[in-house]
């Protein structure tokens, strides 16, 4: 990784990369593990937000997410990695058929 990334959180779970642009500003990716704590992850991550007035973009949906609390956690439930944490076997299956 570059000596720059700013990490915080762990591999597998909730996790926020910051990458230092050249502009003074920088890049943000968050990770949200459906899995586990992602209720009080979003909380946190809309205060993150709404502290540096920045907005959040999903890759999934290629739309922006709304920056309340209640935009994330309505984003979340809707992503594949929240299919997933609930039914593993069934989401599995359901990339198998292609869906």
Avoid: K
Avoid at 23 to 46: K, M, V, Y
Avoid at 50 to 67: H, K, M, N, Q, Y
């Amino acid at each position: 990784m570059c000596e720059d990334i700013a990490v915080f959180g762990a591999e597998t779970g909730n996790r926020i990369d910051i990458v230092p642009g050249e502009d003074a500003g920088a890049e943000i990716s968050a990770r949200i593990d459906a899995r586990a704590e992602s209720l009080q992850f979003c909380r946190l991550l809309h205060e993150l937000v709404s502290g540096i007035d920045c907005r959040l973009f999903s890759p999934e949906f290629g739309s922006e997410v709304g920056a309340e609390a209640e935009d994330l956690l309505e984003a979340l439930m809707r992503s594949r990695a929240w299919r997933y944490a609930l039914s593993p076997a069934d989401t599995l299956r359901r990339l198998a058929d292609g869906h």
